[in-house]
T-cell receptor, first 110, second 114 residues
Framework: AQSVAQPEDQVNVAEGNPLTVKCTYSVSGNPYLFWYVQYPNRGLQFLLKYITGDNLVKGSYGFEAEFNKSQTSFHLKKPSALVSDSALYFCAVRVNDMRFGAGTRLTVKP | SAVISQKPSRDICQRGTSLTIQCQVDSQVTMMFWYRQQPGQSLTLIATANQGSEATYESGFVIDKFPISRPNLTFSTLTVSNMSPEDSSIYLC???????????FGSGTRLTVV
């Protein structure tokens, strides 16, 4: 069975500081991992994905994520947070279909 | 990536009634997915809809409550039947056309049952 966990319900950072949103996964075989963002009253938007290759994946809006097989993690990072990054972030894993983590609400304060 | 039009964007419905949500994709896709996002929670897969066959429902979801149609490769509907306040959620359709292995989502239908 595939599953993904986001251990933090809420992450608060100050604008300009680096941010990390954590994700761990459990799958049989090679994982396909994703990050999505949901802004208020909007659908989900794709940020980035890991399929194979380089463990550091770069995505939209300056976000990146690092695949760590030994720790079964896929944490989302950004070197310098913006207030406009405040949103709900979902990690997802795909085998046959897409399964989502519980979501982490990121708040970036000015 | 595919463009998905989902409607209605929101609705307020009386308990006991039914609402049909429509999802139109700008290109042909084999699989379409329906998700539910309850308030403050993550997305839960309701069912997978393939054209020309019965939808496949996830545990906890049944066809009588959430009938799905998939008449062609660009369109699907999800009906929420005999609604109760517990059905108040955001319902999202998605397709597998975001590039390799990614999904594209509709903007969602925010349903409130009173």
């Amino acid at each position: 069975a595939q599953s993904v966990a986001q251990p933090e319900d809420q992450v608060n950072v100050a604008e300009g500081n680096p941010l990390t949103v954590k994700c761990t996964y459990s799958v049989s075989g090679n994982p396909y991992l994703f990050w999505y963002v949901q802004y208020p009253n909007r659908g989900l938007q794709f940020l980035l994905k890991y399929i194979t290759g380089d463990n550091l994946v770069k995505g939209s809006y300056g976000f990146e994520a690092e695949f760590n097989k030994s720790q079964t993690s896929f944490h989302l990072k950004k070197p310098s947070a913006l207030v406009s990054d405040s949103a709900l972030y979902f990690c997802a894993v795909r085998v046959n279909d897409m399964r989502f983590g519980a979501g982490t609400r990121l708040t970036v304060k000015p | 990536s595919a463009v998905i039009s989902q409607k209605p964007s929101r609705d307020i419905c009386q308990r006991g009634t039914s609402l049909t949500i429509q999802c139109q994709v700008d290109s042909q896709v084999t699989m379409m997915f329906w998700y539910r996002q309850q308030p403050g929670q993550s997305l839960t897969l309701i069912a997978t809809a393939n054209q020309g066959s019965e939808a496949t429902y996830e545990s906890g979801f049944v066809i009588d409550k959430f009938p799905i149609s998939r008449p062609n490769l660009t369109f699907s509907t999800l009906t929420v039947s005999n609604m109760s306040p517990e059905d108040s959620s955001i319902y999202l359709c998605s397709v597998d056309r975001s590039g390799p292995w990614g999904y594209t989502f509709g903007s969602g239908t925010r349903l409130t049952v009173v």
